[in-house]
């Protein structure tokens, strides 16, 4: 069963110097309204911002971007991409350098990416949601991520499998079947699985050194869920004071308020913007 909308929602893949291939990317709202560029994170797509469309895209022009090897994306398959974080942020800077939003949002390594792009490029307003930006060395998921074989992740891109971890990730509805394929169906294909397990020992690798994070000149907005079982909500105090940012933390939702709390997050984005 498709995903559907009240709102009408464009795919659009478009040309970005210099990769050959497309890059993609999902439109909603009035294009001459301010622009949001929504970034997911690891693993994850373009529509996982899905649940927050109908929400916002009567006043906002919503651009939700698949980030290298994810979603529709076709650009990782240009050798001038590693898997590396620093390319992963170029990549984000000539994205923003096309497309010209008014606003970003990113979440988890997407927040990570959107910090960095930020550093060097001012928007109106920047919302890092559950953000990847401190991560303790010697995790497991690292240790798996180098040692994960093809063969292995490639069973994990099932419906079955996903149900299995759904609840570490989502605390809130339950995702709809056509919402599970939005995330596994990409990974069937094995050069994508493949430059994903690699993104992901090199994004945990960069994730693990304690940087010092400087305030960015945009107005910043942290928003955490409290149930965040992938990055603990105990890391939200020192990287709201590092950044001075504003901090909002929602009780009820998990590491994706905009698929755990849509209404909580639209409503947030909504009042941080005005």
């Known amino acids: 069963m498709p995903l559907t909308f009240s709102t009408t929602v464009h795919s659009t893949f478009q040309s970005l110097d210099p990769y050959r291939g497309p890059i993609h990317y ?4 009035d294009p001459t309204k301010e622009s949001i560029l929504f970034v997911h994170g690891y693993m994850s797509h373009g529509l996982m911002f899905s ?3 109908d929400l916002l895209a009567e006043d906002y022009h ?7 090897g994810h979603g529709f994306d076709e650009s990782f398959r ?3 991409i590693t898997t590396t974080m620093v390319d992963n942020v170029v990549w984000l800077t ?8 008014d606003h970003i949002v990113g979440h988890s390594f997407g927040a990570s990416l959107v910090y960095e792009v930020a550093r060097h490029h001012t928007f109106k307003r920047v919302m890092l949601v559950d953000p990847g930006l401190h991560i303790p060395s010697g995790k497991t998921e690292d240790i798996i991520a180098k040692k994960l074989p093809i063969r292995f992740a490639k069973a994990i891109a099932s419906r079955p499998v996903f149900r299995l971890f759904e609840g570490l990730q989502w605390q809130g509805k339950r995702m709809t079947n056509a919402e599970v394929d939005r995330y596994v169906q990409p990974f069937k294909e094995t050069e994508r699985l493949r430059y994903m397990v690699r ?3 090199d994004l945990l690798d960069a994730a693990c050194i304690d940087k010092i994070l400087d305030p960015l000149e945009s107005k910043t907005k942290i928003l955490w869920g409290r149930q965040d079982r992938i990055i603990s909500v105990k890391f939200a105090t020192k990287i709201k004071n590092a950044l001075r940012a504003e901090l909002q933390i929602i009780d009820e939702s998990g590491h994706s308020p905009a698929e755990d709390t849509p209404l909580i997050f639209a409503n947030s984005l909504k009042h941080f913007i005005a």
């Open 51 to 53: 649940r927050v469309i």
């Open 94 to 101: 000539r994205v923003v350098e096309n497309l010209k939003p």
């Open 62 to 68: 919503l651009i939700m971007i698949d980030l290298p």
């Open 78 to 80: 240009n050798k001038s």
């Open 26 to 29: 999902f439109e909603a709202g």
């Open 199 to 201: 993104l992901g020992s």
